[in-house]
């Protein structure tokens, strides 16, 4: 004797279960309840729906929403984890409101990714992408898939919406705390890689330093990675003339390598050279001393981005307002020397 499969719940029985007619069941479910229904009845919508084990037909409604609620973000690289925990605050708000959040990395690391929307233009709702992967965006500027930019120009067009790191203003302290402990002669290990984000950085710099009289600032550019750090950072400590008593690093890594480079010199951290980091990745407490660095919101960067992506698709205005920078004293700064 066989035995029919037991039917699966359907959004009738929610509704039913709750009080409520099936559209309003379809409202909370679809997150599109606020303003028309309330918390109250949301929350009933949403206990049914547990109690019966409801999970709504996501095919079924794309199709008839014309929505595949799913977003693509874009990030030139995960060796970096800053991009893995924008990732994660992405993903976090996606999920509260039914959304999938496909991670595409660059394959070729730091700069532009290959196009990945050709084939996948048709199963997305809108992307969010870093400034530092923006050429790989080129394939939907002036498509109909909005756009979330990440710490990138809030001028450039094409965007949608910006989420923005108060970048400027943690370069500012930065300097102001260096400034404080009596250095005047200052490197500048900036990143070789191309992207608003890097420009900001030394221009916040300069503009800090132009204002002291006595201050001197020395730039040299490098590869994004320890290596390339920690050569360019030796050459420049070891050219003729006063050496630099501070180098301020674009990035942690970058610092991990001038810490090596002023080592190598028979020098020492922060006795000698202070060193100063960008980002407080789990890098800058491994290295000794530990780094004195600018703390960036990774996670609330991608929340959000999600979140600006979710607003645009209502036809909401996004949130305004860049996210803060904190400054993170650590051993690698110290007074200048006075010698």
């Known amino acids: ?19 409520v007619s099936q559209a309003t069941v379809s409202l909370v479910l679809g997150d599109k309840w606020r303003g028309r229904v309330s918390e109250r009845t949301a929350q009933a919508v949403r206990e049914a ?5 409801y999970r709504p037909n996501l095919a079924a409604r794309s199709l008839r929403l014309g929505q595949t609620r799913t977003a693509l973000l874009v990030v030139p690289a995960l060796t970096n984890e800053f991009f893995a925990r924008v990732y994660t605050g992405a993903a976090a708000v996606a999920a509260e409101h039914g959304f999938g959040v496909v991670l595409y ?11 990945p929307f050709a084939s996948a233009r048709a199963a997305l709702d809108g992307v969010i992408a870093s400034s530092m992967a923006a050429e790989a965006l080129d394939a939907i500027r002036g498509t109909d898939l909005p756009l979330v930019m990440l710490d990138s120009d809030p ?26 402990l009596g250095h005047r002669r200052f490197l500048h290990l900036s990143s070789a890689v191309p992207s608003w984000t890097f420009d900001v950085r030394a221009r916040a710099l300069q503009e800090r330093l132009r204002s002291v009289p006595d201050a001197r600032l020395h730039q040299v550019s ?13 050459r420049a400590l070891a050219a003729p003339g006063p050496r630099a008593t501070a180098v301020v690093c674009d990035d942690d890594v970058l610092a991990a390598g001038a810490c090596k480079a002023v080592r190598r010199l028979g020098l020492r951290v922060p006795e000698d050279v202070s060193v100063t980091g ?48 904190t400054l993170v004293v650590r051993d690698s700064s110290a007074p200048a020397p006075t010698r």
């Open 222 to 234: 490098a590869p994004l990675d320890v290596p390339g750090g920690r050569e360019a950072a030796l």
């Open 105 to 115: 990395p660059s394959p070729e690391g730091v700069g532009p990714a290959r196009d």
């Open 155 to 180: 001028a450039e067009s094409g965007a949608a919406a910006h989420v923005n790191l108060d970048i400027a203003d943690g370069m500012r302290q930065m300097t102001d705390h260096l400034l404080a």
């Open 278 to 325: 960008f980002d407080d990745l789990a890098l800058a407490t491994a290295v000794e001393p530990e780094l004195t660095t600018l703390s960036l919101p990774a996670e609330q960067v991608g929340e959000r981005g999600m979140a600006a992506l979710l607003a645009v698709l209502d036809g909401r205005p996004p949130e305004e307002g860049d996210l803060p920078v």
């Open 49 to 53: 729906a547990q109690e019966l084990g």
């Open 1 to 19: 004797m066989s035995h029919a499969p037991p039917s699966r719940p359907t959004s009738r029985d929610v509704g039913r279960l709750a009080g």
